[in-house]
């Protein structure tokens, strides 16, 4: 592991081969990725790494925007001298990569976007964010993760692969609450880049997970519809977080779109 800024940064793989960034989503760490990082390092230099706030990133002062979150993406791909790495985000890690895009598309290879929005929050989506803070001022951390983390999986993935839902929400429930906070203020402002989509040059692949309960599949076509240079991928048997749901399609698909679209 290295520090940059504070952030806790993880490499996988050689150098010399093309990079990828993996940013995950709210409220979890760079382990969501673990079963992709595993399968694509003999051909991929893989960085993920925990958005300021969870996991073993500094929270600070709590005080982020999707703006700050974009600046200490920027600054790892500056540390390490990555030369246009693909960005990979989930959901929040998505508005993030989003963003990044639309800041510095010449610097980056691909897009991939996963069950993420390009819209912003409505204001039933704020008020929960605001709903969200108030549990974790009045009942705790824990209590408002575990109250929201059964949305984040399929039925199937519950029950089948419950080791993979324990193990996810008993590292969650630990995060920082300051972290955690300002993860949903964070998300609560950010911008609206749905205009945006039509202007990525860059090769995207958008995957949804088909029983996503937080952003409909139909959604997720539409994101990639709007995109020129787009392919879209429904996963089965996979809810929000896909990556550890249905590893080894999501495993399938990044490593066909990065061999086709990214040599
Ligand atoms: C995530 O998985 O990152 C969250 O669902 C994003 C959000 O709450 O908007």
């Not at 990979?88 to 895009?101: D, E, N, Q």
């Not at 209590?143 to 419950?162: H, R």
């Not at 969650?172 to 945006?196: H, I, Q, W």
């Not at 709007?226 to 392919?231: A, F, G, T």
Request: proline share 4%; aromatic share 8%.
């Amino acid at each position: 592991m290295k520090i940059i800024n504070g952030l806790a940064v993880f490499e996988d793989g050689h150098k010399s081969n093309k990079p990828v960034i993996f940013i995950h989503g709210f409220p979890f760490d760079h382990t969501m990725w673990q079963n992709q990082v595993e399968f694509l390092k003999n051909n991929r230099y893989c960085v993920t790494y925990d958005v300021r706030g969870l996991g073993q990133s500094d929270a600070g002062d709590g005080q982020y925007t999707i703006e700050s979150f974009t600046d200490d993406l920027l600054q790892i791909v500056d540390e390490l001298k990555l030369n246009k790495p693909v960005l990979c985000g989930l959901s929040m890690g998505g508005y993030i990569a989003l963003r990044a895009v639309q800041r510095e598309q010449k610097r980056f290879g691909g897009l991939v976007l996963m069950s993420t929005k390009a819209s912003q929050d409505d204001n039933d989506g704020k008020l929960k964010r605001a709903e969200g803070i108030k549990k974790i001022n009045t009942q705790g951390v824990e209590k408002y993760v575990a109250g929201m983390m059964p949305n984040c999986f399929c039925d199937l993935t519950m029950q089948e692969m419950k080791e993979v839902y324990d193990e996810t929400l008993n590292k969650a429930v630990k995060y920082n609450p300051t972290g955690v906070k300002g993860c949903l203020l964070a998300m609560a402002g950010r911008l609206d880049l749905e205009s945006f989509l039509m202007e990525i040059e860059v090769p995207a692949l958008v995957i949804c997970g088909s029983l996503d309960k937080i952003v409909l599949p139909g959604a997720m076509r539409e994101i990639s519809e709007k995109i020129k240079d787009s392919e879209f991928a429904a996963t089965p048997r996979a809810g929000h977080i896909t990556p550890l749901e249905n590893p080894e399609f999501i495993n399938d698909i990044l490593s066909g779109f990065l061999n086709r679209r990214v040599k």
